[in-house]
Structures are given as C-alpha cells and as structure tokens.
C-alpha cells in the first residue's frame, strides 16, 4: 500500500521558518509536490518537483519557500522562510508516479503563522 507520511508542521511567528518532509512508500515518485487549503478556500499547488528537481512554485511563495527531494529516499521537503499570516493552511503532500497517473496525498499537517 503507497503511503506518504508527513512531518513539520506546527505553529511559527511572522517572519519565521519551518521545514516540511514527506516520506514516500514504493517505488520512486517522479513528481512531488505540496498543496495547502486554508479555511474556505480551494486547495491550491504551493510548489513541484520532478525527478530531474526541475520545479514549479506558486507566485506568492517564490523567494520565499524551496522544494527539494531526496530520490534515493523517496522524500520531498519544503522550506519555508519568512512565513506570513496568510501561508496559514493544513498542507498536503503529493505525489504520482508520473504525470498522467493518479495523484497519491499525505494526511496533511497543519501551518499556523501567528501574527
């Protein structure tokens, strides 16, 4: 059964830093990725990689936030600097053996930013 177990969420003032990890089970995930949905709102792309770490990031992360992953580890990780109110969300990763199968999610794990 696939799997992806995340960790790092937690609560961080304005301005500061967390580092999301997600750990993949099976074979190697040629794209992975993190979502994030805050209250009321659709759930949204925060950032890509592929396996070549090719990326993509959303606007309102780029500079901020840097996605990268570990193959051998089946591991994708983001961190997150400079942290604003509105990066509050649970946040999920995410993950397809390529680009035209199913998409395969964590269970989420919360960022809080307190102002």
């Known amino acids: 059964q696939v799997q992806l177990v995340e960790s790092g969420g937690g609560l961080v003032q304005v301005g500061g830093s967390l580092r999301l990890s997600c750990v993949g089970s099976?074979?190697?995930?040629?794209?992975m990725g993190w979502y994030r949905q805050a209250p009321g709102k659709q759930r949204e792309l925060v950032a890509m990689?592929?396996?070549?770490?090719?990326?993509n990031y959303v606007d309102s992360v780029k500079g901020r936030f840097t996605i990268s992953r570990d193959n051998a580890e089946n591991t994708v990780y983001l961190q997150m600097s400079s942290l604003k109110p509105e990066d509050t969300a649970v946040y999920y990763c995410n993950a397809k053996y390529f680009s035209w199968t199913k998409d395969y999610w964590g269970q989420g794990t919360q960022v809080t930013v307190s102002s």
């Open positions: 099976g074979s190697l995930f040629r794209i």
């Open positions: 990689i592929r396996s070549d770490s090719s990326t």
